[in-house]
């Protein structure tokens, strides 16, 4: 038994109808991606009152294989996820779980602290906690007279 993606097909008018239908052109526009990762996992984001909270689901993912880092404003989350099945086996009959490398990247906004990351795993989730900068107080400056 196969599986197919449905994906109904409209036509939207004239040349800009053909070039977003156009297999070429998603190929080279995704390139990029594909060249990269193999498989990008779900990443839910959080503000909280004096943090960030960035979730990834990462099942079947060694903690040993995630790379976190921070660089000029810019969190990338990196690592690989192994078959971890033995492909001789008899009985396997469809492979729906991807493995391979994976790679995300986020902006960090201005009042994230860099050097106060930290991350852990929980039942295959990555949890990355950014706190915030602490926020200047504002002060008033008295005037004197000259």
Do not use: C, H, M, N
């Given at each position: 038994m196969n599986i197919m993606r449905y994906?109904?097909?409209?036509?939207?008018?004239g040349l800009l109808g053909r070039l977003l239908q156009d297999p070429e052109l998603d190929r080279l526009v995704n390139s990029e991606a594909d060249s990269v990762s193999d498989w990008l996992?779900?990443?839910?984001?959080r503000e909280e009152k004096d943090r960030y909270l960035l979730r990834a689901d990462l099942p079947g993912v060694d903690p040993n294989d995630i790379d976190v880092t921070m660089e000029n404003g810019v969190l990338t989350i990196q690592?690989?996820?192994?078959?971890?099945l033995d492909e001789?086996?008899?009985?396997f009959r469809r492979f729906e779980r991807v493995t391979g490398s994976?790679?995300?990247?986020?902006?960090?906004?201005?009042?994230?602290?860099?050097?106060?990351?930290k991350a852990r795993t929980n039942h295959g989730v990555l949890e990355v906690s950014i706190?915030?900068?602490a926020?200047?107080?504002p002060r008033k400056v008295e005037v004197k007279a000259a």
């Open positions: 994906e109904p097909r409209y036509r939207p008018l996992p779900a990443v839910d984001i690592g690989r996820r192994e078959q971890g001789s086996e008899e009985g994976f790679l995300r990247r986020f902006t960090l906004p201005d009042t994230a602290d860099g050097d106060s990351i706190d915030k900068q926020k200047s107080r």
